[in-house]
């Protein structure tokens, strides 16, 4: 079975001013829908085929580059997408607003933490928002199209929100004010989306 790109929640210009139509149809036209096509292209024939997109991952033989690159590719994209609302913004609550809390005393320092870690990743990644079991929440980064189900990232847990930080996420817009496209994806997360993956995953 090839994996297939989900459709966008959205249209391109639903995330307006924040990210911009024309950066969504690049995006999503042209860098996911490459992922995905060589991630399939990688794996056809071997083994994997018949593997979800997170038994890969999390049994990933890291040298293989073309899996780790597109595979990674292909499902922070997935994520992405659904982690963003053009009703976005705001502050979690419930479940998900107390393990903030507990992990970093307050919604305002975890933003700093989680803002701290997708300027700070040096060149292409991404920042991440994961759940251990139990409930506890971390934040993290990896580069390139790396991630947290993958062995020895350094980054544990499983994703329940990620920003890319790779230029072609933001330069049309932003061009080198990173920082100022980080403060911008804060008014487009979908909390409530956030709060089912969190549930789902402690």
Not at 53 to 77: C, F, P, Q, T, W
Not at 114 to 127: I, L, T
Not at 185 to 200: G, L, M, P, S, T
Request: charged share 25%; glycine share 10%.
């Amino acid at each position: 079975m090839a994996f297939e790109q989900p459709k966008l929640p959205y249209a391109y210009d639903a995330l307006e001013p924040n990210i911009d139509a024309e950066t969504m149809k690049i995006h999503y036209g042209k860098h996911h829908a490459g992922y995905t096509k060589k991630l399939n292209n990688a794996i056809e024939g071997s083994d994997l085929e018949n593997k979800s997109i997170e038994e890969i991952l999390k049994g990933l033989d890291m040298s293989k580059k073309a899996v780790r690159n597109n595979g990674g590719g292909y499902y922070n994209h997935n994520l992405f997408w659904e982690v963003m609302s053009p009703n976005g913004g705001g502050n979690p609550s419930g479940d998900l607003a107390k393990a903030i809390d507990d992990a970093y005393g307050s919604f305002d320092k975890f933003k700093e933490e989680f803002s701290n870690a997708a300027a700070g990743q040096f060149g292409s990644g991404w920042a991440w928002l994961c759940v251990h079991k139990g409930g506890k929440v971390e934040v993290c980064s990896t580069p390139n199209q790396d991630n947290p189900l993958m062995p020895d990232t350094g980054c544990g847990g499983y994703p329940i929100l990620g920003l890319d930080v790779w230029e072609h996420a933001y330069y049309l817009k932003y061009q080198n004010k990173r920082p100022d496209y980080i403060d911008a994806f804060f008014n487009v997360i979908n909390w409530d989306k956030v709060a089912e993956k969190y549930n789902e995953a402690k």
